[in-house]
C-alpha cells in the first residue's frame, strides 16, 4: 500500500476513495448477500488486525448462490497496533453500505486501510493463503527429535513441490496454447476488470448455451440469447474451440469495444476468460442483423424507404465516430450487412470488431500483411 500526503500523520488523513461496479444483486437476494458480506467483512477484520506477519491482510472465498462466489479481502497497514488496525478496517467496512448497497462489487479505500469484494477472483490464492507456523517442541525433546524434524520437513517440502511441478509442467504442456491466449488477452484489458463475468453466471443466464437460446452462428463461434438474474437480455458470442479468432482477434474486440460508446456501435456489458472458454457479453439487440431483411423476401417489405434512410444515416454516423471523432481511430474492415444488428426501433447498430485494426489520430494510412473481411 503506497501513500503520500501534504499531513505529517497519515493515519489521520480523512481521504476517503470508493468504487462500485454497474452490476447489481437481485433484490430477491439483497438481504442474504449483504449478510453473508457483513459476517464476512467482520471474520476478516478480526483476522487481518491479529495476523503475525507483517502483511496484516485476509481473504475469504465464499459461495452465494450455485454460479457466484464471494471474494474478499481487508487489509491495513502494518505500523498499526492491534486496536488501531481493527479501527480503521472497521471505519472501512462500516462505508460499504453507503457507496455499495446492492453492487456486486465494491472498494473503500482509506489512508490506512482497504476493503474490497467483487464476484469473481481478484486475488491469487497461494498469495494470499496464511503462513503455518509450527508450534515450539514441547520441554524435554532430545537434539535427536530436532535432528530428525530439520531433515524429514525439508525432504518431505521438496517431495510436495516436486510433485506439484510435474502435474504444472504436464498441464501446461496440454494446455499451453490456450494459456498463453489467456494471459496475453488479460495484460490487454486490466482497465475493463469490473466487467468480467463468471462462467457459471453466463451458463445460468443461457440455460447452459442451450439450443434453444441459440440465435445465431458465424465463422469464430455461436450467439446466444440469455437472461440475467434480475431479468437483462444479453446476447452472449461463444467463440468456438476450433475458430480462427484466437487472442489477438478477443483482445481486438474486448479491448475496442469497451472504450467505445456511441448509439450506433453495439454495446458490451462483459466478456468471459475460463479455461478454454473465450466469451463476449452484449446488450441484446431484438431484431437480429441486416441481412435478415434484406435478403429474405418475405421481411422485404418491413424496409420502407424511411426505415433504409434511418438505418443508413446510422452506419454513417457510427463509422464516422470510429474514423474522426472516438479517442482512437479505428478502421471496421469487415462492415457488412451481418455485422449491422437493428435494435427494437430498428435503430442500425455495427457490431463484430474482431477484425479491426488501431491507427493512431493523425495516421492516413497504413500495411497488413493479410487480406481480412469478407
Given amino acids: ?31 442474504r448477500f449483504n449478510e453473508l458480506l457483513a459476517s464476512t467483512m467482520k471474520s476478516l477484520a478480526q483476522t487481518a488486525a491479529n495476523s503475525q506477519s507483517n502483511k496484516r491482510f485476509a481473504t475469504a472465498v465464499n459461495k452465494f448462490t450455485n454460479s457466484l462466489t464471494l471474494y474478499s479481502l481487508v487489509q491495513c497497514i502494518p505500523e498499526l497496533t492491534v486496536s488501531e488496525c481493527l479501527t480503521v478496517l472497521e471505519s472501512a467496512i ?40 509450527p508450534p515450539p517442541l514441547p520441554p524435554g525433546k532430545s537434539k ?10 525439508p525432504i518431505s ?18 494446455k499451453k496454447y490456450n494459456t498463453l491466449l489467456e494471459e496475453n488477452a488479460r495484460m ?10 463468471d462462467l457459471g453466471t453466463i451458463e445460468a443466464a443461457t440455460n447452459k448455451f442451450s439450443d434453444d437460446n441459440k440465435i445465431g452462428k458465424g465463422g469464430f463461434g455461436t450467439v446466444y440469447k440469455g437472461t440475467f438474474f434480475n431479468g437483462q437480455e444479453i446476447a452472449v458470442k461463444r467463440l468456438s474451440k476450433s475458430s480462427v479468432q484466437g487472442a489477438v482477434e478477443f483482445k481486438n474486440e474486448v479491448v475496442l469495444v469497451a472504450k467505445l460508446h456511441h448509439r450506433n456501435l453495439v454495446r458490451l456489458l462483459g466478456f468471459c476468460l475460463e479455461g478454454e472458454e473465450k ?30 434512410y434511418n438505418i443508413i444515416g446510422g452506419i454513417a454516423r457510427g463509422i464516422l465516430y470510429l474514423h474522426e471523432d472516438s479517442r482512437l481511430r479505428i478502421i471496421h474492415r469487415d462492415l457488412k450487412a451481418s455485422n449491422v444488428l437493428l435494435d427494437a426501433n430498428m435503430n442500425s447498430k455495427i457490431s463484430d470488431f474482431g477484425m479491426a485494426k488501431i491507427f493512431v489520430v493523425d495516421q492516413v494510412q497504413g ?8
Fill in 157 to 174: 517440502v521438496s517431495m510436495v513441490l516436486l510433485a506439484v511441478g510435474l502435474c504444472f509442467l504436464r498441464r501446461r504442456t496440454s
Fill in 279 to 308: 466469451i463476449l457479453v452484449y446488450e441484446y439487440v431484438p431484431n437480429r442483423s441486416l441481412d435478415y431483411f434484406l435478403f429474405e423476401s418475405e421481411r422485404q417489405g418491413q424496409l420502407d424507404w424511411s426505415r433504409r
Fill in 1 to 31: 500500500m503506497f501513500r503520500y500526503s501534504n499531513e505529517s500523520d497519515l493515519n489521520n488523513c480523512a481521504l476517503q476513495v470508493q468504487f462500485t461496479t454497474d452490476q447489481n444483486i437481485a433484490e430477491a437476494e439483497l438481504d
Fill in 94 to 133: 462500516a462505508n460499504l453500505p453507503t457507496c455499495c448497497n446492492g453492487k456486486q462489487g465494491g472498494r473503500v479505500l482509506l489512508p490506512s486501510s482497504n476493503v474490497r469484494y467483487e464476484l469473481y477472483p481478484f486475488f491469487n490464492y497461494t498469495a494470499s493463503s496464511p503462513t503455518l507456523i
Fill in 367 to 374: 500495411k497488413t500483411s493479410k487480406i481480412v473481411g469478407t
Fill in 188 to 197: 490487454e484489458i486490466p482497465t475493463v476488470e469490473s466487467l468480467q463475468f
Fill in 144 to 153: 535427536s527429535s530436532l535432528i530428525i524434524i530439520a531433515i524429514a520437513v
